[in-house]
């Protein structure tokens, strides 16, 4: 109820590019709180995931997907034109 309007958030993340969204938590909850936006399947979310055991933040980063060289890949895969 309190979250933008759909003209708002349709000016921010677009109705037909993708988004590549890097989140410190679960990719669930991006994906609950935009499941009925325009937009929703173009979002890919990269977050938190329950894999291994303690590690050094480094790793965790890489383990989740969260570092740059995953989130590069991330947009040449969904960007058209660019893989």
Do not use: S
């Not at 109705?15 to 399947?41: E, M, Q, S």
Request: aromatic share 12%; proline share 6%; net charge negative.
């Amino acid at each position: 109820p309190h979250g933008l309007a759909d003209e708002d958030f349709d000016a921010l993340f677009t109705k037909a590019r993708p988004v590549i969204f890097a989140y410190h938590g679960y990719p669930y909850l991006i994906h609950r709180l935009t499941y009925r936006r325009a937009n929703h399947d173009n979002m890919h979310v990269h977050g938190f995931r329950e894999e291994g055991t303690t590690t050094t933040p480094f790793d965790m980063v890489v383990l989740n997907e969260l570092d740059r060289y995953h989130l590069v890949l991330a947009a040449i895969k969904h960007v058209p034109g660019l893989a």
